[in-house]
Each structure stands twice: as structure tokens, then as C-alpha cells.
């Protein structure tokens, strides 16, 4: 049972425009979530994270909104370069210390912005 | 700069066989952890310390075990090496609360056990 989920298993976008990744999540007592960024052979690098507290977080080109209602997050990057291809994993996290510290994440989206 | 290393880029097994997979942190980070990564699923934990000789299960443990003797050094162990164990295992640290919630994450092992 996914508790975090992407349903785009790939996006392709052209270089300049909007790259828009999309994640839901089932489980209500997850109140942070972060993005982390994969390309091949590497291991993930953080990219941007969102408090429950908020909606929106931005960092340069890239911004995460959350709607807690939908139980759904998003990352938009504006504007998508050639370098931003690679895939793309949503993390969520209850921050309660029962739940320890662990990190629920998704099943990735591979993302392909084109020259 | 955190910086998390792993032993081995690639490592081909044959089924039955023991294997070490090393993490070592030079952060200080009380929290290590243990995923592997499949396509379509994802990175799914397999077991995480948050401290010296302190372990827990994470989602996926059966077949795996880990060691963590030094807080800096986190070893998975595949006891006897099955055909789906083929696949990407990443280590990652964290700090303790407080420092933020972002994993660090190692550059990975591409295990195939043939």
C-alpha cells in the first residue's frame, strides 16, 4: 500500500517552459515533505522541502505548493533547463517521535526537458 | 559539505553468498539508513539506526541485517544473496531533531546477484 504516490511515471517539457510533477499522499499524519532530485548513478540530492504549516515554498526556480485538503503536493520548475532532467522523487515525512525519522517516498517521475 | 560514501559502485554476487555493503558519514549524524531503489517503486527503506548499536526495521527488512558498531558506519548484510536483491541500495544520514528533515544520500550500489 503506496502510501506517497506520483501517477506520471515521465513528463517531457521543452527547454523555457513550465515543468509541473505532481505527488498524492494517503497518510494524514505526514506534516513534511520534501523533493529530491536523481540522476543516473548518483544518489538523490535534497531540492526543496514544505512544512504542513505552509502552501507554498520557493527557492529560485523551483516551488513546491502543498494542499493539505487534497492531501496533494506539486513542484513547479520555472524555468525547466536541460540540466533539470533526471527523475524526480516526493518524500513525506510525520514528524511525531514515533514515527522515528523515516522518509515514505514515491515511485519517481522522470523528467525530460528538450533543447 | 555532508558527505556519505559507500564501499562499492558495483558489486556482482552469485545467489547464496554473503554481502557487505559499507556506509561511512563524516557529518556526525546520529540517523543512517538503508534503502534500495527499483523502478516504479521507488526508494523503500530497509532498516535505519539512530545511534550506536540501535537499530530498526524499516518497510522492507526480510533477508537484509545491519550493523552499526561506530556512529559514523552503517553496514547492510545480505545474509545469503537471492536473485530480487539485484538492485540500486543507497545509504543515507540524517541529524538529529531539529536539524531539518533532509536525508543525505551516498552515490550508491548497483548490486546484481546472478
Known amino acids: 500500500d503506496q502510501q506517497v504516490k506520483q501517477n506520471s511515471p515521465s513528463l517531457s517539457v521543452q527547454e523555457g517552459r513550465i515543468s509541473i510533477l505532481n505527488c498524492d499522499y494517503t497518510?494524514?499524519?505526514?506534516?513534511?515533505f520534501l523533493w529530491y532530485k536523481k540522476y543516473p548513478a548518483e544518489g538523490p540530492t535534497f531540492l526543496i522541502s514544505?512544512?504542513?504549516?505552509?502552501d507554498k515554498n520557493e527557492d529560485g526556480r523551483f516551488t513546491v505548493f502543498l494542499n493539505k485538503s487534497a492531501k496533494h503536493l506539486s513542484l513547479h520548475i520555472v524555468p525547466s533547463q536541460p540540466g533539470d532532467s533526471a527523475v524526480y522523487f516526493c518524500?513525506?515525512?510525520?514528524?511525531?517521535?514515533?514515527?522515528?525519522?523515516?522518509?515514505?517516498f514515491g515511485g519517481g517521475t522522470r523528467v525530460l526537458v528538450k533543447p | 559539505d555532508v558527505k556519505v560514501t559507500q564501499s562499492s559502485r558495483y558489486l556482482v554476487k552469485r545467489t547464496g553468498e554473503k554481502v557487505f555493503l559499507e556506509c561511512v558519514q563524516d557529518?556526525?549524524?546520529?540517523?543512517m539508513f538503508w534503502y534500495r531503489q527499483d523502478p516504479g517503486l521507488g526508494l523503500r527503506l530497509i532498516y535505519f539506526?539512530?545511534?550506536?548499536?540501535?537499530?530498526e526495521k524499516g518497510d522492507i527488512p526480510e533477508g537484509y541485517s545491519v550493523s552499526r558498531e561506530k556512529k559514523e558506519r552503517f553496514s547492510l548484510i545480505l545474509e545469503s544473496a537471492s536473485t530480487n536483491q539485484t538492485s540500486m541500495y543507497l545509504c543515507?544520514?540524517?541529524?538529529?531533531?531539529?536539524?531539518?528533515?533532509?536525508?543525505?544520500f551516498g552515490p550508491g550500489t548497483r548490486l546484481t546477484v546472478t
Open positions: 539506526s539512530y545511534d550506536v548499536k540501535m537499530k
Open positions: 497518510n494524514s499524519m505526514f506534516d513534511y
Open positions: 514544505i512544512s504542513s504549516i505552509k
Open positions: 543515507a544520514s540524517r541529524g538529529r531533531e531539529g536539524w531539518g528533515y533532509e536525508q543525505y
Open positions: 518524500a513525506a515525512s510525520a514528524t511525531i517521535k514515533a514515527a522515528g525519522n523515516k522518509l515514505t
Open positions: 557529518m556526525d549524524h546520529e540517523n
